[in-house]
């Protein structure tokens, strides 16, 4: 056992050494690459809802608030991510965005966490953005779906050393009846070290949403405080979008105490309602949710 955490520790070692060598997503010309829609169920049909429920979660590789994902076996990986599906089944939540997925990487058993929750989870659709793809290591963001998956897209950040890359997943959704409108849902990861750094990356995000016309809900793990002149903060204000009571002082990342995961949605939505689960723990990061409205116009 001693030498097989040796290994592993080298093995990082030399990929905190050699990160800026892996070979990032790769993307189109405007730096967004079409991605895969998996869906495992058919024959969905999609009832008529009066509002939605949408939640994000930083997965933490699967490896809930306990050791780092190399330490861990695969079973007990597998394990907590069927936690993780009990508790989106129990919450009945219909689109989720996710940071720190994996799909087949090394250190978390080689296996699709995204196609994992989505077929256990009963959600129809889902898509993963590899954010880093390298050296084994395939991980990113993700959304996954009940409602119909119509596109996807990634677009990976620059390399900010000594941080591996972080990034986006764009899917365009089809809303069922009343509605029957496209939205836009971004799962987002931003660098957890320099302001700098996540006015850049939000910036590139910022650009690509300006151009749109269709409603917008933005989820992730900012890494951000919302306080005067953060990146959060600025980037909602610039694209006209709101944060359910953004200046109540609430936890979603205990480690720090800090309110750095945000659900931000276009004026086209009224939140009805938003909660952040301290329990059960499903990652280091606590999950937080959002019972939207769409309004008809």
């Not at 007990?76 to 009945?92: G, P, Y």
């Not at 009343?178 to 799962?187: A, F, L």
């Not at 990342?253 to 276009?266: E, K, M, N």
Request: net charge neutral; aromatic share 12%; hydrophobic share 40%.
């Amino acid at each position: 056992m001693k030498k097989h955490r040796k290994s592993i520790l080298v093995g990082l070692f030399v990929l905190l050494c050699f990160g800026s060598l892996l070979p990032w997503a790769t993307e189109g010309k405007d730096g967004f690459a079409e991605i895969k829609i998996f869906s495992p169920h058919n024959n969905l049909t999609f009832p008529s809802v009066s509002t939605i429920r949408v939640a994000t979660l930083n997965l933490a590789h699967g490896r809930k608030n306990g050791s780092h994902q190399a330490f861990q076996s695969k079973e007990k990986i597998v394990q907590n991510l069927k936690e993780v599906t009990d508790f989106f089944q129990e919450q009945s939540f219909q689109i989720v965005a996710l940071q720190e997925i994996d799909d087949p990487s090394w250190w978390s058993g080689n296996f699709s966490q995204s196609r994992f929750l989505s077929e256990k989870g009963g959600y129809g659709f889902a898509a993963q953005a590899k954010n880093v793809d390298g050296f084994g290591l395939h991980y990113g963001t993700a959304v996954i779906s009940q409602f119909s998956l119509e596109q996807a897209y990634a677009h990976t950040f620059d390399l900010s050393w000594p941080i591996l890359c972080k990034g986006f997943l764009l899917a365009e959704i089809l809303l069922p009846t009343p509605w029957e409108k496209k939205i836009i849902v971004v799962s987002l990861h931003l660098d957890p070290l320099r302001t700098k750094t996540q006015k850049k990356q939000l910036k590139e995000l910022e650009e690509k949403l300006s151009s749109l016309s269709d409603p917008v809900i933005v989820m992730g793990d900012f890494n951000a405080k919302w306080e005067e002149d953060s990146p959060v903060k600025n980037f909602a204000n610039n694209l006209n979008l709101s944060a359910f009571q953004p200046k109540i002082e609430e936890i979603t990342f205990p480690t720090f105490g800090h309110r750095i995961d945000w659900i931000l949605v276009s004026s086209h939505f009224e939140f009805i309602q938003s909660k952040t689960f301290s329990l059960p723990i499903l990652s280091d990061h606590y999950a937080v949710m959002a019972e939207l409205k769409l309004k008809l116009r």
